[in-house]
Every structure is written in structure tokens, then in C-alpha cells.
Nanobody, 115 residues
């Protein structure tokens, strides 16, 4: 079992920045992927960014160049740095952890971009 605790959401003005954190604990082995998804009202949940065990990353086209995902393996934490935020980035952001056939979700954190 893996537990995920997210933090860092909130209200920010357009053009601003936020950093989300997700700390994993529990039965964690060395090879795993962590990612951030988001779900906006009336829209399907979408992958924002993912980072794999070797450090490879992938991003949604809409956030490439503005968001950066990173991980601290020692602390089993993944971060999502979000710059140049736009109102369209408003959503509930959820952390996702997957290792083999096992996957887990965080509780979600609200990000609201509004003036």
C-alpha cells in the first residue's frame, strides 16, 4: 500500500506561479513512475506531466515550457513547478503513483488561476 500526500495548491493570478508537492510513503520499491493529472469542471481528467524512474519526463502539450516536473527519490517526493499560469490551468490536480500493476491516487489539490 502507498499513501500520497499533496500540498501546494491555491489561488494565483494569471501569469503567476505555484509549486505542487506529493510525498509518497508505504511499500515503495525502486522502480516507479509518478505523475500529475488534472480535472477541470466539465472536462475529462488529463495527464499533465509524468516522471519515470530514470528521470525521463513527458508533458501535456498545453503545459510544455511552462511546467516542470521533478522528483526527490530520497524523500519519495514529486514536484510540479507551474509558471505562467493561465485561467485554463484551473483544475483539481491529483498525484498519481504507479509501480508495476499497482497504482494509487492522491486526494487532489485545487489550483485556481483568476484575477
Amino acid at each position: 500500500q502507498v499513501q500520497l500526500v499533496e500540498s501546494g495548491g491555491g489561488l494565483v493570478q494569471p501569469g503567476g506561479s505555484l509549486r505542487l508537492s506529493c510525498a509518497a510513503s508505504g511499500s515503495i520499491f525502486s522502480s516507479y513512475t509518478m505523475a500529475w493529472y488534472r480535472e477541470a469542471p466539465g472536462k475529462q481528467r488529463e495527464l499533465v506531466a509524468a516522471i519515470h524512474s530514470g528521470g525521463a519526463t513527458n508533458y501535456a502539450a498545453s503545459v510544455k515550457g511552462r511546467f516542470a516536473i521533478s522528483r526527490d527519490n530520497a524523500n519519495r517526493t514529486v514536484y510540479l513547478r507551474m509558471n505562467s499560469l493561465e485561467p485554463e490551468d484551473t483544475a483539481v490536480y491529483s498525484c498519481y503513483f504507479v509501480a508495476g500493476a499497482n497504482y494509487y491516487w492522491g486526494q487532489g489539490t485545487q489550483v485556481t488561476v483568476s484575477s
